[in-house]
């Protein structure tokens, strides 16, 4: 195999695929991407960690013999970053090596035949439907933070996708707080298997997302796999297994009754429990709200750092009580919402609350209260 591309492309594939490949591997061709070239000008480069699979087409600028070889993806990129803005790199593999030149760099890499690459066998994705790229980064946005990292619950290590009421959802949880998002049902996702979208396949969706978010997004999958495509046949496709286990019936927390509603302006709100948070230890992450009329007050009690209070003004109008949050986890979601006005939707102390922009928002948070 011989070919010469742009340093510029190169590098821009290879911070994609990269970052699929584990750093530790027990398998020496995992830490390989593959490189094929074709007589039409054009190189795919791919790489697995044998659950996640990403695979772009980039153009060349010259293809003087086709082929396909596997070299170190670190090495490689490391090796990219590092050359001049602006010059051209040949690839020429032969005899189990690769020598990348590019001005006056000249490097030599062992490599590894194509065939012992592992590839995700796909088989039918029956259901396949398009969605905008800029709709998919809110989705994740608005609900990985709190997909759950216990390892042993595995079946909450990702998003929850499925269809209900003519509407897409999304939703994730860790048991201690949970993010829904939902949008119109895209046409063709009528009748979609429940699947859950695993966490490291979610990270590298919303990454390549970044580059293409006036675009839309092919979606194909089924019970077991999903198959992201972006950016049309010369883009970068992502596939993924999908976490084999049942998501809980969720919407069995999302709270109906909770009368009380307190409304506030999500920035300051954010910003007063970070401030009264400095004091907390990891034993005591709570913070305590008392509410009262339009005025609530956070504060925190420390046994080793001392107490912190502060006053917020709010639009409240019901009983007075007080009730506590995780600081951490109340942050991750007010740092969701983007208006000028939050609502929270109170019982009691012990009762989960409802939070979200509006009801017209499209994402919905549901906190568990700690005991303060």
């Known amino acids: 195999m011989k070919a010469t591309i742009e340093r510029s492309t190169l590098l821009r594939c290879l911070s994609h695929v990269q970052s699929v490949v584990e750093r530790r591997n027990t398998i020496p061709i995992l830490s390989n991407v593959l490189i094929d070239a074709s007589s039409a000008g ?13 695979v772009e087409t980039l153009g060349a600028v010259a293809v003087d013999s086709p082929g396909a070889v596997t070299v170190s993806a670190h090495l490689l990129f490391d090796i990219a970053r590092k050359l001049p803005d602006g010059s051209q790199v040949s690839l020429d593999a032969a005899d189990n090596r690769m020598v990348v030149k590019a001005g006056r760099s000249r490097f030599q890499l062992p490599t590894l035949p194509r065939d012992d690459f592992p590839m995700i066998a796909e088989g039918e994705l029956p259901t396949s439907f398009e969605i905008p790229a800029a709709t998919l980064a809110q989705l994740i946005d608005r609900t990985r933070f709190a997909i759950s990292t216990e390892e042993t619950r595995y079946y909450l290590n990702g998003i929850f996708l499925h269809v209900s009421d003519d509407e897409l959802k999304a939703a994730a ?63 970068v496709v992502l596939t993924s297994k999908l976490i084999d286990g049942t998501f809980p019936d969720y919407t069995r927390v999302i ?86 006005s939050v609502e929270l939707h109170l019982a009691d102390a012990g009762a989960p609350t409802l939070i979200r ?7 919905l948070y549901v906190l568990m209260p700690m005991r303060v």
């Not at 922009?357 to 994402?363: G, I, R």
Request: glycine share 8%; net charge negative; charged share 30%.
């Open 173 to 235: 949880t860790d048991g201690h707080r949970l993010a829904r998002f939902t949008l119109a049902r895209p046409d063709g996702a009528e009748g979609m298997p429940d699947v859950i979208v695993p966490r490291k396949c979610v990270a590298e969706l919303r990454k390549l997302l970044e580059e293409s978010l006036d675009s839309k997004v092919l979606v194909d999958l089924s019970a077991s796999k999903i198959r992201f495509t972006l950016g049309g046949s010369s883009g």
């Open 357 to 363: 922009q509006s009801e017209a928002s499209p994402a």
């Open 42 to 54: 054009t190189l795919r480069i791919m790489a697995t960690d044998l659950d996640l699979q990403v």
């Open 255 to 340: 709270p109906t009754g909770n009368d009380k509603l307190l409304k506030l302006d999500p920035k300051s709100f954010w910003e007063g429990v970070d401030r009264v948070a400095t004091i907390a230890t990891e034993k005591t992450r709570a913070v305590k709200m008392a509410l009262e009329n339009d005025r609530i007050t956070l504060s925190v009690t420390s046994p080793d750092n001392g107490t912190a209070a502060e006053e917020v003004p709010a639009n409240y109008s019901s009983d007075g009580f007080e009730i506590g949050f995780n600081a951490t986890y109340l942050k991750d979601i007010l740092g969701q919402i983007d208006g000028d």
